[in-house]
């Protein structure tokens, strides 16, 4: 897994997005029991400040999810949440597996989960969540590549907390 922050330029061509997570089969820790979900709760996924906000949340799916001697393990889920807010507080869980129908690009709309999230407890963590289906383990897939796009606030950005150099605004 590895989380970054955008350029300017990255920043300018998504239409505002801040970080970028990527994430790929080889993050999966092996020995995962059969029909047993895997949560993701610690760095390199971001944990937010009290008052940060996320305002968007975006998953690309790059390369869908398969264990490639495996055809009839046809289905995982993946979904991103917050420690306090639950597993989907972000995105909901949408299908990521190539045998199954995978959905390339999962924005949040006005139904649950709502974006933006304003955090309101101290060092919040994101988390992401990946299950699997029934008789399988999520350790034996090995093909699969996808990115989160998220859109971060942060409540000491000084843009928030600096008046603008233009005066009070009023003419």
């Known amino acids: 897994m590895r989380f970054t922050s955008l350029t300017n330029e990255e920043k300018a061509s998504t239409g505002g997005f801040t970080h970028r997570l990527d994430f790929t089969t080889a993050d999966i820790p092996a020995g995962i029991a059969v029909n047993t979900a895997n949560t993701f709760s610690a760095a390199p996924l971001p944990k937010l400040n009290v008052n940060d906000i996320i305002k968007e949340c975006l998953v690309h799916l790059t390369t869908p999810f398969e264990n ?7 289905s995982d889920t993946f979904s991103v949440g917050l420690v306090t807010g639950g597993v989907a507080a972000l995105v909901a869980a949408t299908e990521i597996n190539n045998n199954g129908a995978f959905v390339t690009d999962t924005i949040p709309g006005v ?14 963590q994101v988390t992401i969540t ?20 998220f859109s971060i606030q942060r409540a000491s950005d000084q843009s928030v907390v600096k008046a603008p150099p233009y005066g009070s605004g009023y003419v």
């Open 111 to 124: 139904a649950t989960p709502v974006v933006p999230v304003k955090n309101l407890t101290a060092n919040n």
């Open 68 to 74: 490639t001697a495996d055809a009839a393990f046809n």
């Open 130 to 149: 990946l299950n699997s289906m029934a008789a399988k383990s999520i350790s034996n897939l090995n093909n699969g590549r996808l990115y989160i796009l």
